[in-house]
């Protein structure tokens, strides 16, 4: 009985994820589509052959899952050519509740990033920075300390700001903090890093996610690299629709499982990179302070 329980109950939940493509509120089921694939296979196992519909059934179940899932695995990701000299980019949330942000701050520096891309920064900022500062000196200003973000640079941070600026200087935009960084031996880099609000409701998400994609529309994203938490999986609609809007810029993280840091089981942070860049790997850290695991992506120039 209650293997062919899961199987009913995966098969409608994964039809009503997949019913996010134009069901946009629907969409947030999709995230837990691998979940609901290993308990379909779990309710087949348990059920073994007690009725003639179970496996089909199955079958139909199983057409969401693999629809969502193959099209992550199958994403084509630009690698690094092999003589590229290594950028190392971290993203991480490092928790508005985080409780320990000068250990934080330490594993940060341990991981030995080029560059780190924080969100919920507000609370910790002073201690997160100081006990990263050996490893990464320079930091975005914050007027009042309080600052959400945050980026922090082994190299000397030229330019910074929280909205994006056109060719006079003037603001437009969303907020988004960006720094350009004088990186020795080549042009400087300039990376940003962003935190998307909760999925639902579905339609300010939306708006949120169409009004930075036409703001870095407005801008040169060759060499562009932007991170943060994104609240997004990659097998939901929205994750798609944004991997098409932020084009040229390509998702470098795949499937980089991160929340919650207990029992990782969605992938919601994200780092993409523009043509100029490929990836040479992709590292899971471990959980220190935050309810999110870093993540440290390698760049290397194409």
Known sequence: ?????????????????????????LDVLASFLPLIGAALLVGVILAGRSSRWLLPLAAVAAAPVAFATTHEAMRAIPA????????????HNVWVDNATPGATGAAIAAAAPDIALLQETSRSRPLLLAAAAGTLPYATRCPNNRCGLAILSRWPIRASGY?????????????????TIAVPGGAPVTVATLHYPWPLPAARAASARAAMARALGRIDRNALILGGDMNLTPWSAAMRHQDTALAPLVRMTCAAWSWPSGFAFLPIDQLYAGPAWGVIGVTRLAAAGSDHLPLLVTLGRR
């Open 80 to 91: 690094a050519t092999t003589t590229a000299r290594p950028l190392r980019v971290l993203t």
């Open 163 to 179: 909205f994006l600026k056109d060719a006079h200087g003037l603001a437009f935009g969303p907020p988004i903090l960006w720094a």
């Open 1 to 25: 009985m209650l293997g062919r329980t899961l199987v009913v109950a995966a098969a409608l939940f994964a039809w009503l994820a997949l019913l996010g493509i134009w069901v946009p509120t």
